[in-house]
């Protein structure tokens, strides 16, 4: 016995299925292409992002937690020099750093909200410890990567650093 009641009951059920699923696709796809350099982008996800600074692409781990902040790179291996660490906090301020359990020399970049220079010390020595280290203006970010780095870049105040989208690491 055929239904075609049923039947056409049965094509809008799956119409509607399939323009839920276009719908849904298309979000996701929008969400992919949102702009993860934005502060609020940084802080909602966790992982590796790449950062462009002059002509350096860095595998950069985020320490976008309060632990992660406090611990950061101390009992770390040394970093390559396309690694970094990218220090995220939630609103600008006079972030001091200092050398503790590091076994490895650092060069700190503090970026402000825009992602340009503010302030940089280089070649800081794990021995060092416990002197601090602060920028000159206010910064959101911070940048640390391996010592010496920053002078063969030319990084100077001002620089911008580009972030890419999230890795997911």
């Known amino acids: 016995m055929h239904t075609p009641c049923y039947n056409q009951n049965m ?12 719908i849904i696709i298309l979000a996701g796809m ?9 502060p609020g982008a ?31 790179l101390s009992g770390h291996a040394p970093l390559a020099e396309n690694q970094a660490m990218l220090f995220i906090f939630e609103k600008p301020d006079f972030y001091s750093f200092w050398m503790k359990d590091l076994a490895f020399p650092l ?3 503090w970026l402000d909200g825009g992602f340009s220079v503010v302030g940089t010390a280089k070649n800081i020595s794990p021995k060092s410890f416990p002197k601090t280290f602060l920028p000159d203006s206010p ?6 990567i391996q010592a010496g ?6 990084l100077v105040i001002g620089d911008k650093a580009e972030l890419s989208n999230i890795l997911g690491k």
Do not use: W
């Open 107 to 109: 060069d700190i970049i």
């Open 139 to 144: 910064a959101m970010y911070v940048l640390e």
């Open 149 to 154: 780095l920053a002078d063969k870049l030319g």
């Open 42 to 72: 940084l802080q909602s996800h966790q992982g590796t992002i790449l950062v462009k600074i002059k002509s350096a692409v860095l595998e950069t781990e985020l320490a976008d937690t309060p632990e992660k902040r406090q611990r950061g």
């Open 11 to 22: 094509r809008k059920y799956l119409l509607l299925l399939l323009v839920l699923a276009v």
């Open 30 to 38: 929008i969400g992919l292409k949102k702009d993860s350099s934005s």
